[in-house]
């Protein structure tokens, strides 16, 4: 029996791997041009790293995390989300003592145990971005400006919808918490399982449910913008104004609380109509207590995170076509070991030619020339390089136009120059 991948874990095919590589180079350099550096950090820690820091009642630590021991019998997890790992790493290595705000940006793999379904995977991949050290609402207005330039850049900002909302903070939070409690037990009789488990363990989280019996009660539930402090309020505003000033549209809604415990104040989410169910691009919003809670300063900080498997399913199919520019050019076909060795420096010249490398692929001389011709076909390369004992005695290699067919000779000695003039005049890359 053959071994197939892990439910809901998934592969990314080379054709589909051309988008990838698109998504991440776009977002480097929108990152980076903000002066967010890339940090790498790992794919598992202590377990406490997320209990701790995404918060012990939230659906993510209560049912989702890939724990295990290990053989010195810690307990170990596989990173569900990137945040609380980037401050363990900027608390332990003191990155708090640059100046203020640090930017950082990480690139890779999450892993949640959630019931699998289109678009929702147990191995996904996230682009995420911290600022860090400042409270000031332009940071805010910043962050949510970098995710918007990097879905300019992909050309996709036109199909997505940016919401915004404040949730409080340690001030005004708590008794705006008391407030929905009250309300949401009241209408529990109407309310779905999950929601009525969720109203006594993360109350907040109940306002994202998405099942339709429960819309008309969580309607009219108390929104928090109208129990914010006046310095919660002022914070929204500013934000709110920034991004105008940005031109920047968005939404308000109200009911924008998101997942994990340690958000304050602002948080933020981008949204498509057109992935079904799983419709968050984006998401993100402030933490300013977690560095604190994480044993590190009291910085205040705010970030997003990207799921790439949703850009990549967005982005269109002619993505796919840079593809076929990558297929090599030419295939170089020996017949004979000698025509190998004569072959293989030629391949190397080819393939550091500057300012152009030019993509060649050799053979090893063993197959026949019709498997190999036949080959070469299947690759959909422009030209073939043939060189038997023939050619290899009168100093030449066989051209041929894998096109048309046609062939000439090509002494060895300017083959590298030929190729790397025709390479050119097709603008190959
Ligand atoms: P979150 O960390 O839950 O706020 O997720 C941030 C983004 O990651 C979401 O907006 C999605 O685009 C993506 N994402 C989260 N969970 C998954 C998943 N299980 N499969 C694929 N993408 C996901």
Not at 153 to 174: K, V
């Amino acid at each position: 029996m053959t071994i197939k991948a892990v439910r809901g874990v998934h592969d990314i095919l080379p054709s589909e791997a051309v988008k990838w590589q698109h998504v991440e180079t776009v977002a480097r350099q929108a990152f980076e041009v903000y002066g967010y550096e890339e940090i790498r950090l790992p794919i598992f820690e202590r377990t406490e790293v997320f209990a701790r820091g995404i918060g012990e009642t939230t659906d993510i630590v209560q049912k989702e995390m890939y724990t295990f021991e290990d053989r010195s019998g810690e307990s170990l997890t596989l990173r569900p989300e990137a945040t609380a790992s980037l401050l363990r790493a900027y608390i332990e290595h003191g990155l708090f003592v640059n100046p203020k705000p640090v930017r950082l940006y990480t690139i890779g793999p999450m892993f949640r145990h959630e019931r699998p379904q289109a678009g929702r995977y147990r191995q996904f991949h996230q682009l995420n971005l911290e600022a860090i050290g400042e409270v000031h609402p332009a940071l805010d207005a910043e962050v949510i400006g970098v995710l918007m330039e990097l879905f300019r850049s992909l050309g996709l900002a036109d199909r997505l919808t940016l919401a915004i909302n404040s949730i409080g903070d340690a001030a005004c939070r708590p008794a705006y918490r008391e407030k929905l409690v009250v309300y949401l037990r009241r209408y529990a009789a109407e309310l779905c399982e999950e929601c009525r488990e969720r109203t006594e363990r993360n109350p907040l989280r109940v306002l994202d449910c998405k099942n339709p019996r429960c819309r008309p009660v969580l309607d009219g539930a108390p929104s928090a913008r109208d129990s914010l402090c006046a310095d919660c309020a002022q914070h929204f505003l500013d934000v709110q104004d920034y991004l105008k000033a940005m031109r920047i549209s968005f939404e308000i809604n109200p009911r924008l609380v998101r997942g994990l415990d340690y958000y304050v104040r602002t948080t933020f989410e981008l949204t498509t109509t057109e992935l079904g169910a799983q419709n968050a691009v984006a998401g993100g919003g402030r933490y300013d207590g977690l560095i604190e809670l994480l044993g590190g300063p009291r910085d205040p900080a705010i970030g997003f995170a990207v799921g790439i498997e949703r850009v990549v399913q967005l982005l269109p199919e002619s993505y796919g076509d840079a593809w076929e520019h990558r297929r090599p050019f030419a295939v170089l076909i020996p017949i004979g070991d000698e025509a190998l060795k004569r072959l293989l420096p030629i391949a190397q010249a080819l393939r550091v030619a500057t300012p152009k490398p030019v993509p060649v692929e050799l053979g090893y001389g063993g197959r026949k020339l019709r498997n190999e011709l036949d080959r070469a076909n299947k690759l959909g390369v422009a030209w073939a390089v043939i060189v038997g004992e023939r050619e290899l005695a009168g100093g030449q290699a066989v051209l041929r136009d894998m096109k048309s067919g046609s062939q000439q000779q090509v002494s060895l000695r300017v083959l590298v120059q030929k190729l790397i003039a025709l390479s050119s005049e097709v603008g190959h890359d």
